[in-house]
Antibody, heavy 123, light 110 residues
Framework: QLQLQESGPGRVKPSETLSLMCSVS??????????WGWIRQPPGKGLEWVGT???????YYNLSLKSRGTIFVDTSKNQFSLKIKSVTAADTAVYYC???????????????WGRGTLVTVSS | QSVLTQPPSVSAAPGQRVTLSCSGN????????VSWYQQLPGTAPKLLIY???RRPSGIPDRFSGSKSGTSATLGITGLQTGDEADYYC???????????FGAGTKVTVL
């Protein structure tokens, strides 16, 4: 059974770069049928889609990040990563990685989620 | 503030039926598929409904989805204490070029 597991630093200082990794087990990230995404949830608040990558490296980003975010994929390690630069307290959130089937943009949904990892931006 | 509007909370007694609404516009719900997610306390979201009204394998038929115009609805019948959770709707917004979620509805079983 495919599983996703996030890992990250837990705490990042303001203005620095947040780096997170999602490890995929029980299946291949290179599967042609799936995208891989990041979604975050500030404490006590709702969900926000951050961005998505395909194993080929094609990406989609939420423009609300204002070009601060980048997603990478490492098919040899079955992992994908998220980096957000120049972080502020507003980037404090639980970050989830998730899988979603390859479909037209209008038809997206997220069918498998990791447990999430809390990242706190604080000095 | 989300472009998808959900009531903050809904409550009902065990065994009752509840309906959760998700209101949008022509840039999102009206022309795109809607999905629903259940987030139990302290856990990750879980897919409940996709393509407006389809249930993934393993989701009981107590959960149902529908869409009409710019609104979508999640129905839960035979409410159980284990259904206490936050429920989020989600869809693609063509104006924002982003997948968007509603702010969520907290379901309380009285």
């Amino acid at each position: 059974q495919l599983q996703l597991q996030e890992s990250g630093p837990g705490r990042v200082k303001p203005s620095e770069t947040l780096s997170l990794m999602c490890s995929v087990s029980g299946g291949s990230i290179s599967s042609s049928g799936y995208y891989w995404g990041w979604i975050r949830q500030p404490p006590g608040k709702g969900l926000e889609w951050v961005g998505t990558i395909y194993h080929s490296g094609s990406t989609y980003y939420n423009l609300s990040l204002k070009s601060r975010g980048t997603i990478f994929v490492d098919t040899s390690k079955n992992q994908f990563s998220l980096k957000i630069k120049s972080v502020t307290a507003a980037d404090t959130a639980v970050y989830y990685c998730a899988r979603h089937p390859v479909r037209a943009l209008t038809d997206w949904y997220f069918d498998l989620w990791g447990r999430g990892t809390l990242v706190t931006v604080s000095s | 503030q989300s472009v998808l509007t959900q009531p903050p909370s809904v409550s009902a007694a065990p065994g009752q039926r509840v309906t959760l609404s998700c209101s949008g516009n022509s840039s999102n719900i009206a022309n795109n598929f809607v999905s629903w997610y259940q987030q139990l306390p302290g856990t990750a979201p879980k897919l409940l409904i996709y393509d407006n009204d389809r249930r993934p394998s393993g989701i009981p038929d107590r959960f149902s989805g529908s869409k009409s115009g710019t609104s979508a609805t999640l129905g839960i019948t035979g409410l159980q204490t284990g259904d206490e959770a936050d429920y989020y709707c989600g869809t693609w917004d063509s104006s924002l070029s982003a997948y968007v979620f509603g702010a969520g509805t907290k379901v309380t079983v009285l």
